[in-house]
């Protein structure tokens, strides 16, 4: 996975014929990168070491133009999926170089490698030029790790890196605060919906109460129609006999 993390810086000796021979390394990242990590297109495997890998990339593809006499130039740049090395020369062969995440600014990388190419060339310039592999790594340390620990973080040295981190956290809290806005108008459209249909659900149930009186009004008026029936008949049996009867008795 890419990112933006600085792993090391190496200083190498351009020969003649083309190898860069590691005269002093320092590994930033605490010996993540020792045994090639997961990238074997850039690492050469995991049994081969930062520093190998890096050498055959410059010596495959060595800086693009040497600089003026005491400055360092020529940079390129080499990525792979998941890191990137950046590395350029000086007219003497001294050549200096970082590997970082592929959302490390290149930029960064070569002020970077400015800065440590200074102070190393003051103090180890023409021991470099002789010095065995590696030999200078404990000698020069604390010239690499000072560097490391300075652009370890691109938005302190850098300002465009300092506004891209802006406008990303802006970035960031917009999209929170779209997602928050979103989830509010589900919740809303959701209410809204029980609300709907708590309203028809009412409407039914008004409907059927009004029908539900209805029936038990006609109810009602038949149980008393029946009831009024039978309370006439009732009167009809005993009065008819006895009308009957006082007729007679008129007559």
């Known amino acids: 996975m890419s990112d933006n993390k600085l792993r090391c810086a190496l200083v190498y000796r351009l020969e003649s014929g083309g190898k860069a021979v590691c005269v002093a390394k320092y590994d930033h990242a605490g010996q993540y990168e020792t045994h090639g ?7 050469g495997g995991r049994d081969q070491s930062y520093a ?8 495959g593809d060595p800086p693009a133009g ?3 006499p005491g400055t360092l130039g020529g940079f390129k740049v080499v990525q792979s999926d998941q890191h990137q090395v950046v590395y350029g020369a000086d007219t003497d062969g001294l050549c200096c170089a970082c590997i970082s995440g592929t959302q490390y600014p290149s930029r960064v990388a070569i002020g970077m490698l400015q800065d440590l190419y200074k102070d190393f060339n003051v103090k180890y310039g023409d021991a470099s030029k002789t010095a065995a592999e590696n030999s200078l790594s404990k000698k020069a340390k604390s010239i690499l790790q ?3 620990k300075k652009y370890e973080d691109p938005s302190s040295v850098d300002k465009t890196s300092k506004i891209l981190g802006q406008v990303d956290a802006v970035k960031g809290q ?3 605060n779209i997602a928050n806005m979103l989830k509010n108008t589900e919740k809303a459209e959701d209410m809204a919906a029980k609300s709907e249909q708590l309203n028809e659900q009412a409407s039914v149930f008004k409907k059927r109460s009004t029908d539900l009186k209805k029936q038990m009004q ?3 008026l038949k149980m008393t129609l029946i009831l009024g029936g039978v309370i006439l008949v009732i009167v009809l049996i005993v009065v008819v006999p006895l009308v009957v009867r006082a007729k ?3 007559s």
């Open 37 to 43: 990590g997961a990238d074997s297109s850039l690492y």
């Open 52 to 59: 190998e890998a890096v050498s055959g990339v410059i010596s």
């Open 66 to 68: 040497l600089s003026q």
């Open 146 to 148: 000072d560097v490391c």
């Open 174 to 176: 917009m999209q929170d």
């Open 218 to 220: 006609w109810k009602n």
């Open 248 to 250: 007679k008795l008129a």
